[in-house]
């Protein structure tokens, strides 16, 4: 007889407290300006930040671009994820 075990669902309370991030992934049909360009809005950052963080999604598969309370990085994941960019939000330190 098998058993069906269910992860539980971990509400945290203060959604917002603490230091989350955004993470993208390399995709092979965003162009690369364009990733770049949703960058620079969604994050406020500068052409040199956008183009490392880039550079970084695409040589090694995801790169951390947004670091943030969890309501702003979700609204940025959001933006991102609006050209076909797959992001994720989860906090900025495991422990």
Known sequence: MSRTFLQPEIIESGTGAGRWQVVIYD????????VIRILMSSTGCG???????TWEAQTFGKSPVHFSSRDECEIVAVMI???GVKTE???????
């Open 81 to 83: 994820s609006s050209i």
């Open 47 to 53: 052409l040199e930040e956008a183009s490392m963080e």
């Open 89 to 95: 939000v989860s906090r900025e330190w495991l422990d």
């Open 27 to 34: 995709n092979d049909v965003t162009p690369y300006e364009e």
